[in-house]
């Protein structure tokens, strides 16, 4: 359908008709396709990544309204790493992102804020609470 169509049939509003979109960084599949499965119910559209490097390819093709971002990624880029990246880049900066961790020390939480982070969530978590963050921000 071409552009023009969609703005006809949609009144011009295609937000309405479109999920946001959120990108999930996490190197176990299984959190992956949870976290994708129980976003999607709640009308979102996800887009999933195992590595730092591939999610910032998917960035680059792909308009993304926020990023769930592993802290502790098994790539040789770390979540922390890639949040401090992405708060440089003028492209990128305005893109909340919500880190999860294993590791909940407040040395942790400060230095997620330090890149900027929009919020910090500690791994045992319950799917609702990463729900709950995720609408608190994107609406």
Known sequence: MFSSELNELTDGNTLDWMGRRVLIVDDEPYLLRILSFKLRREGYDTLESRSAEQAE?????????????????????????????????????HIPVIMLTARGFSADVLRGREVGAAGYITKPFSTEDVIARVKAILG
């Open 57 to 93: 390819c998917l960035i680059g093709e792909h308009s993304v309204d926020l990023i769930i971002l592993d802290v502790a990624l098994a790539t040789p880029t770390n979540g922390f790493d890639l949040a401090a990246k992405l708060q440089r880049n003028a492209k990128t900066r």
